[in-house]
């Protein structure tokens, strides 16, 4: 069975640049999350998908966040404009009945 | 609020050493999940381990064992006979579970560094 799937794998781009991340789940998973990971910390929830509903996104900063999870299953994570600190590692997760699985994460350097 | 220390921020072994990492935790929830989480160098993090706040009994699975104390809110992991792949961060984490197909945010500590040497 194939993982949670994130793309880009690693991206650097300078400030004031919009940057997008694309997430696969799980198949059959049913609620999607964004996490992010500062250097040397442990991941912080951005926003949790319960299918297409946005049921938990109270940490995302929606001034320059965006996310939005189109028929309940593939996800974008965008980020306009991009400040220097929005450096850090955007991972992905689903999770149905069982645990909660991650993907590889979207490591983002802003310069 | 959900909280999660890992105190121990680096420990240092030698290959074939038994390692424990201390988990504290604080939440106001009666049914409540913890987790241990591994994320190696590439940066996935990889599931471990999962037990609810009903399930006290402590097992064994393979090299990794876990004492789940809710008297001290603590959940701590050891890995027995350590191998130089261990080599890791390790996140001990908190979770509500919202309904049974359903999961609250998880709420991580700081993560240890588990650094083992041949």
């Known amino acids: 069975e194939a993982g949670v799937v994130q793309s880009p794998r690693y991206k650097i781009i300078e400030k004031k640049q919009p940057v997008a991340f694309w997430c696969n789940p799980i198949?059959?998973?049913?609620?999607l999350y964004w996490y992010r990971q500062n250097l040397g910390q442990g991941p912080e929830l951005l926003i949790r998908y319960e299918n297409e509903e946005a049921v938990d996104d109270s940490q995302l900063p929606k001034d320059r966040f965006s996310a939005e999870r189109l028929k309940g299953v593939d996800s974008t994570l965008k980020i306009q404009p991009a400040e220097l600190g929005d450096s850090a590692v955007y991972l992905c997760?689903?999770?149905?009945?069982?645990?909660?699985?991650f993907g590889e994460g979207s490591w983002l350097t802003v310069v | 609020a959900q909280k999660v220390t890992q105190a121990q921020t680096e420990i240092s072994v030698v290959e074939k050493e038994d390692v424990t990492l201390d988990c504290v935790y604080e939440t106001r929830d009666t049914t409540y999940y913890l987790f241990w989480y591994k994320q190696p160098p590439s940066g996935e993090l990889v599931f471990l381990i999962r037990?609810?706040?009903?399930?006290?009994q402590n097992e064994i699975s393979g090299r990794y064992s876990w004492n789940f104390q809710k008297s001290t809110s603590s959940f701590n992991f050891t890995i027995t006979a350590s191998q130089v792949v261990d080599s890791a961060v390790y996140f001990c984490a908190l979770s509500e579970a919202m309904t049974t197909d359903s999961w609250g945010k998880l709420q991580f500590g700081a993560g240890t560094q588990v650094v083992v040497t041949p």
């Open positions: 997760a689903s999770s149905f009945r069982n645990t909660i699985y």
């Open positions: 037990r609810n706040s009903f399930d006290e």
């Open positions: 198949s059959g998973h049913n609620t």
